[in-house]
Nanobody, 113 residues
Framework: QVQLVESGGGLVQPGGSLRLSCAAS????????MAWYRQAPGKQREYVAT???????NYAASVEGRFTISRDNTKNTVYLQMSSLKPEDTAVYYC???????WGKGIQVTVSS
């Protein structure tokens, strides 16, 4: 059974940075497309970024140029580097495995002064 465990969230001031990590258990991580989604209070879960097995990234327009998704297949981990954070980035961030349709439990990111 696949487990996805997010870490690295917390409280940050506007304009600040955070790096989220998602550690995946199970096999075949290197061939999987992985993604980050987020859900703000009172809103639907929305797409943030994807990275393919070939390391090709894709971003939602709202985070393009500010967020960077990456992966380390030796550690079975996908990352989300978030910079120039805005209050509207406040949400629970979820890691997602397209291959198995598994979600992590999510981690809170709060951007506030």
């Amino acid at each position: 059974q696949v487990q996805l465990v997010e870490s690295g969230g917390g409280l940050v001031q506007p304009g600040g940075s955070l790096r989220l990590s998602c550690a995946a258990s199970g096999s075949m991580f290197s061939i999987k497309t992985m993604a980050w989604y987020r859900q703000a209070p009172g809103k639907q879960r929305e797409y943030v970024a994807t990275i393919t097995s070939g390391f090709s990234p894709n971003y939602a327009a709202s985070v393009e140029g500010r967020f960077t998704i990456s992966r380390d297949n030796t550690k079975n981990t996908v990352y989300l580097q978030m910079s120039s954070l805005k209050p509207e980035d406040t949400a629970v961030y979820y890691c997602y495995d397209f291959w198995t349709d598994y979600w992590g439990k999510g981690i809170q990111v709060t951007v506030s002064s």
